[in-house]
């Protein structure tokens, strides 16, 4: 079944960040390590760390909203990692640093736990056109694996 974009939402807390209109996802990846020997015919692969992902979220620039883009250009000046940006797909489902576990899981739903992962922003940009509305942009790296919940 497809999921309709115009559902989605960015928050921070209980707090929409204002404007948002688009975000991009990435969970993370795995480093694969050459497990190959003298006599092997095929490649052999093995598993390594995993990687925590990125996220990018972009939107209309709202300087008023204090609760949402002003809280996340003040969580990149200060380094603050946060652990309640999500990103929903629905009214429902989203995507958040993962609360119990130290291991990616897109069905992870149970426990409240203590954080394992968080989001670190990592850039913003503020654009303007004189031919239409503010732009803000904003970069994210996940620390840690994320939840779909």
């Not at 948002?20 to 598993?47: R, V, Y």
């Not at 940009?125 to 779909?148: C, H, Q, R, Y």
Request: charged letters at 15%.
């Amino acid at each position: 079944m497809a999921v309709l974009g115009k559902d989605g939402k960015v928050t921070l807390g209980a707090n929409s960040i204002v404007g948002m209109g688009t975000w991009t996802l990435n969970p993370g990846s795995t480093d694969e390590h050459d497990g190959t020997a003298f006599g092997d015919d095929w490649e052999i692969t093995l598993f390594g760390i995993k990687r925590g992902g990125s996220v990018t979220f972009n939107g209309h620039y709202d300087p008023s909203d204090t609760t949402g883009q002003r809280a996340l250009e003040n969580a990149f000046v200060l380094e603050t990692e946060l652990t309640d940006l999500r990103f929903y797909v629905n009214g429902t489902n989203y995507w958040m640093a993962n609360q119990t576990a130290g291991y990616y899981s897109p069905s992870l739903t149970t426990g409240a736990g203590t954080p394992v992962s968080t989001i670190r922003i990592t850039n913003f940009n503020v654009g303007m056109d004189k031919n239409g509305l503010g732009t803000i942009n904003f970069e994210a790296k996940i620390i840690g694996s994320p939840a779909f919940v």
